[in-house]
């Protein structure tokens, strides 16, 4: 069974930090693109950064570029997203999501085309 886990969202202050966890099982991290997005209440799902299977390269959506990092830990089979420098508008349900097409730029930016999806965590950010 192919299937992705998130964790590690919670409540955090503007101007804080947190790291998401996405724990792959069924597949390999080699193969597929794996990008995290996150939808608001209210609005639609939004791409935030993506990574590839195959080189590692990234993704990010201009929103997040300078304070979130995406990486991954092929051992591991995990993918993580640190998120620097939060903000208040940061707040939404983030999931991620793998795909086996390499292109990352299409990938964030529909995110109806991706085939797995972890059933995401929560990140507030508030004072």
């Known amino acids: 069974q192919l299937q992705l886990v998130e964790s590690g969202g919670g409540l955090v202050q503007p101007g804080g930090s947190l790291r998401l966890s996405c724990a792959a099982s069924?597949?390999?991290?080699?193969?597929?693109?794996i990008c995290w997005f996150r939808q608001a209440p209210g609005k639609e799902r939004e791409g935030v950064s993506c990574?590839?299977?195959?080189?590692?390269?990234?993704y990010d959506a201009d929103s997040v570029k300078r304070r979130f990092t995406i990486s991954k830990d092929n051992p591991e089979n995990t993918v993580y997203l640190q998120m620097n420098s939060l903000k208040l508008e940061d707040t939404a349900v983030y999931y991620c999501?793998?795909?086996?097409?390499?292109?990352?730029?299409?990938?964030?930016?529909?995110?109806?085309?991706?085939?797995?999806w972890g059933q995401g965590t929560l990140v507030t950010v508030s004072s």
């Open positions: 069924g597949f390999t991290l080699d193969s597929y693109a």
């Open positions: 999501g793998a795909d086996h097409s390499p292109a990352l730029w299409r990938l964030i930016s529909n995110y109806r085309i991706l085939e797995i």
């Open positions: 990574i590839s299977g195959s080189d590692g390269s990234t």
